[in-house]
């Protein structure tokens, strides 16, 4: 009895190890004919791109490494940027060097994200169609056993919509979708199914369009405080996707997109959301409308030349340097159009001298050389000879007299930077602890360069000229020194 027992229990445990199938499988081959279901199971997304091609970059001093490009571009007079353009795939490959369970680049689609699987027949014709959602389960599709079908499935990677075909008749030949500017990905397998049981078809969906993530890293240089109007082009609009290959067509082009939501501001770095591009395999560049990086705004700063390929995924890093810290901070508070010296060590980056409080004009010596030909005047009379790069200026276009704007060390009214060559630029504040935006002299007035010493002592006069009321100033000058910069 015990026998028969154990005999019963081996044989129901053999029947479900028949019985049993794996998702994994493409298709049952147990029985022919008949009616088939086929359950779609998507395995996730991928880069449509199988292998990297070495490219080779047409700019000055950038270099390429399996995909990699690297460029080094001037920030300023002083200041460069380190750029470095990385495919995602690159780093699988480098992670798979080390664990080759890493190897693979597929991740999982976003759960509740809606895709949708056309069936055509062997002679392309169309068969059925459906929208799933992914994580919820489905029947799948009935079909003809012992018979020859292609699926289709795409997916602009959102939870509410997906795109669909307009056209009629509907065949394989002719389908296709229009003006597509989602995350628009695509898979297409030819197969047989066999009848009277479950048949399982596993989709990987590849992304068409290129995806780019751009980190801004300014570690020991400063923090971001504004990425204003950043964009990325020529690109195009959005595309048309025949779904017999998967083959695009670009519309709008020239078009230019933008790169948002660089998070967190404030701090050293900030990465942004990332950016959808509908196409090319042609030079791209990436252009910031104002950037600010340690209280220091750039208008128009670009990165060009960046070569894209449709369907990979990006790292942009842009990485500030030199590396620096301040070597020292001396105050100064001067009155009734007196002066006062400000003895400054040497520094390899220059120096910054930071206006809290200024009623109404000033210059600064250093060395024995004036950083302005003229006094620096601010109020709205015939001798102003300072305005905004803009074109606005102080007691017009809506902005107060400089003596009614305050601040402080963390925003001054008035910046002058002396740069280790002695260069002289200078920013000032709209609104009382505002951002600083960059100042021009005119009116006969211009910046000189002054003798900075990077070896020796330095001797620094602040000056006023005596004008109607108070006459006064006061901040600090901060010594910027080159330091080495961590990994």
Not at 213 to 228: C, E, F, M, P, W
Not at 345 to 367: A, H, M
Request: proline fraction near 4%; hydrophobic fraction near 35%.
């Amino acid at each position: 009895m015990q026998l028969k027992k154990y005999s019963t229990l081996l044989l129901i445990f053999c029947l479900w190890i028949v019985s049993c199938r794996g998702t994994d499988d493409s298709i049952a081959n147990n029985n022919n004919g008949g009616s088939a279901n086929v359950i779609i199971n998507v395995v996730g997304t991928e880069s449509e791109s199988d292998t990297l091609e070495k490219k080779a970059s047409a700019e000055k001093g950038a270099t390429s490494d399996n995909g990699i490009q690297k460029f080094v571009i001037p920030f300023d007079e002083t200041d460069f940027v380190t750029a470095t353009l990385s495919p995602e795939r690159s780093v699988v490959k480098a992670q798979a060097s080390v664990n080759p369970m890493a190897a693979t680049s597929i991740t999982e689609l976003g759960r509740n994200v809606q895709y949708k699987v056309a069936v055509y027949d062997s002679n392309g014709d169309f068969v059925d169609e459906k929208t799933f959602t992914y994580g919820q389960s489905d029947p799948g599709f009935q079909l003809n056993g012992d018979q020859n079908y292609t699926f289709v499935a795409y997916s602009v990677n959102s939870t509410s919509t997906v795109p669909v075909v307009s056209n009629t008749p509907r065949t394989l030949a002719t389908d296709k979708l229009t003006n597509v500017s989602g995350d628009l990905m695509y898979f297409k397998k030819n197969m047989t199914v066999s009848g009277n049981d479950t048949n399982y078809l596993e989709v990987v969906l590849k992304h068409k369009y290129s995806q780019i993530t751009t980190k801004l890293d300014a570690r020991q240089v400063g923090n971001i405080s504004l990425v204003d109007e950043a964009t990325i082009g020529p690109v195009s609009a959005s595309a048309n996707m025949n779904l017999t290959n998967g083959s695009l067509t670009y519309n709008l082009p020239g078009s230019r997109t933008p790169v948002n939501d660089f998070q967190p501001l404030n701090t050293e770095v900030a990465t942004s959301t990332t950016t959808l591009i509908s196409n090319t395999t042609n030079t791209a560049e990436l252009n910031f409308g104002t950037l600010i990086v340690d209280g220091i705004p750039k208008e128009n700063f670009m990165v060009r030349n960046l070569k894209i390929t449709p369907g990979e995924r990006y790292n942009l890093n842009l990485r500030f340097r030199p590396c620096k810290a301040n070597a020292y901070t001396k105050g100064f508070d001067i009155y009734g159009g007196r002066d006062q010296e400000v003895r400054l060590e040497p520094t390899n980056l220059g120096v910054i001298f930071d206006i809290y409080r200024l009623d109404d004009s000033f210059n600064i010596t250093i060395n024995g050389i004036k950083i302005a030909k003229d006094e620096i005047r601010f109020p709205a009379d015939s001798r102003q000879n300072v305005s905004f790069a803009d074109g606005s200026k102080y007691q017009s276009d809506g902005i107060e007299r400089i003596w009614f704007i305050a601040g402080n060390a963390s925003a001054p009214v008035v910046r002058v930077v002396v740069d280790k060559n002695g260069r002289v630029t200078m920013y000032g504040s709209k609104a009382s602890y505002g951002r600083l935006y960059p100042l021009v002299l005119h009116n006969g007035n211009s910046f000189n360069t002054v003798p900075w010493n990077q070896s020796g002592n330095n001797k620094a006069y602040v000056s006023q000229v005596m004008g109607v009321g108070t006459t006064a100033m006061n901040g600090s000058a901060i010594g910027k020194r080159e330091v080495g910069c961590a990994p």
